[in-house]
Structure formats: C-alpha cells, structure tokens
C-alpha cells in the first residue's frame, strides 16, 4: 500500500465549477500535512498547509480527518489558472508525497 | 534571489557516464533534502541533510548514487554509471528545521535524461 494516496483524475471541470480532491495516508503518526501544486514541467509550490481544524485560503479550503487519516482540497469557483497538478504531502521528519490528481478547467 | 539554486537546469548524458547535480538552499535553511520525480509519479524522496549529517536515505538510493553537503550549505548528488532508468527530474529543496509546519521550498529541478 502507498504511504499516500490519490485519485490521480483527470478531472475536467468546466470554469467556476467546483471541486474536490481526497487523499488517504497510511502512516498514522504523519504530523504535517499539506496540498502542494505543481505545474507542467515545473517544481511544486505550497499551496497550503493542513489542520484539523480546516482552513480556508480564498477560494481554496483544505481539511484533515486523523481518525480517517483523510485529508481533502476544495476549489470554488474555479479558473483557468487553476489547472495544475495537485499533490498531496504528509510528514513527520520528512514529506511524502502523492502521486498528484491532474486538474483541468475547460472554458 | 533567495529561492533555492540547482544546477544544472538540463543534463543529458551517455549511458555509462557520471553525473553531479548541486543544489544551494536558502541560506538559513538547515536542512536539505533531494527528491527525484518521473512523468505521472510525484515527488519520491531520496535523502536529506540536516546541516552536514545526512540523516536519512531512501531505498531508491542505489549505491550507485552518494550525496554530500560538506559544509552544511550546498549539496552535490552524484550518480556514477548512469542508467536509462535513472531518466528522472532530480528537486531539491529545504527548510528550517523548526520551519516543518511550513513546507519545503523546491528549487527549479535538473532533469537528467541518460541516452
């Protein structure tokens, strides 16, 4: 079993729609987690960090479910620049990473 | 810039051949780490410094790959011997070690293509 797992998609999503990622991690003494984006041929970038609490960054809100070992990324309102590859990260003294779910938003 | 610094951007290479990456973090970052990706697949970890001691490696690691940062500040990967599988792009990246909670910081990659 992958420490960490994603639908890789695609998903193709009209503009302004919105969306949703899932990912499942193994390793239940992860304490970082994160959803970083990556585009084409680029290295990732932070998106944003992960809490239990959930949190919110403009259009973009993430959450984390331990007892699940759960973590989700929603886009509303979707744009064209948006379209990316959005990887999920989980971590102790290092971070793994996930294979990444290939967004597409179509006009 | 105080972004982290690879370089080579591209490396193409014979079979057989050596091949040195370096990498130069963000100057107060103590550790350092060096990732490798393949089309489709994310980040996979390979190893990771913390100043000078190299704290971790990965499996991946084949001792056909060695990893130094002699000084704690910038970090050479070298591969001897390359092999067609080795194809990869080759991240970097670091953090403060009480930083964690923040992420890493990825420098722009060297993608290694073996012919």
């Known amino acids: 079993r992958k420490e960490v797992e994603q639908d890789p998609g695609p998903f193709n999503v009209p503009e302004g729609a919105t969306v949703a990622f899932n990912c499942t991690y193994s390793?239940?003494?992860?304490?970082?987690f994160f959803w970083y984006r990556q585009d084409c041929r680029k290295e990732p970038k932070l998106l944003m960090s992960?809490?239990?609490s959930g949190n919110e960054d403009g259009r973009f809100t993430a959450q984390l479910n331990r007892a699940s070992q759960y973590i989700s990324l929603l886009i509303r309102d979707s744009k064209l620049s948006d379209s990316a590859t959005y990887l999920c990260?989980?971590?102790?003294?290092?971070?793994?990473f996930g294979t990444g779910t290939r967004l597409t938003i179509i006009p | 810039d105080t972004g982290v610094s690879q370089d080579p951007r591209h490396k193409i290479t014979k079979r057989g051949q050596n091949v040195t990456f370096r990498c130069d973090p963000i100057?107060?970052?103590?550790?350092l780490y060096w990732y490798r990706q393949t089309l489709g697949q994310g980040p996979e970890f390979l190893t990771y410094?913390?100043?000078?001691?190299?704290?971790?490696k990965s499996r991946l690691l084949s001792d056909r790959f060695s990893a130094e940062r002699p000084k704690g500040s910038f970090s050479t990967l070298e591969i001897q011997r390359t092999e067609q599988g080795d194809s990869a792009m080759y991240l970097c990246?670091?953090?403060?070690?009480?930083?964690?909670?923040?992420?890493?910081?990825f420098g722009s990659g060297t993608r290694l293509t073996v012919v």
């Open positions: 990246a670091s953090s403060a070690r009480d930083s964690f909670n923040y992420g890493y910081t």
């Open positions: 100057s107060e970052h103590n550790r």
């Open positions: 990260v989980v971590g102790r003294e290092k971070l793994t």
């Open positions: 390793n239940s003494a992860s304490q970082s």
């Open positions: 992960v809490y239990s």
């Open positions: 410094f913390q100043n000078e001691a190299q704290l971790e």
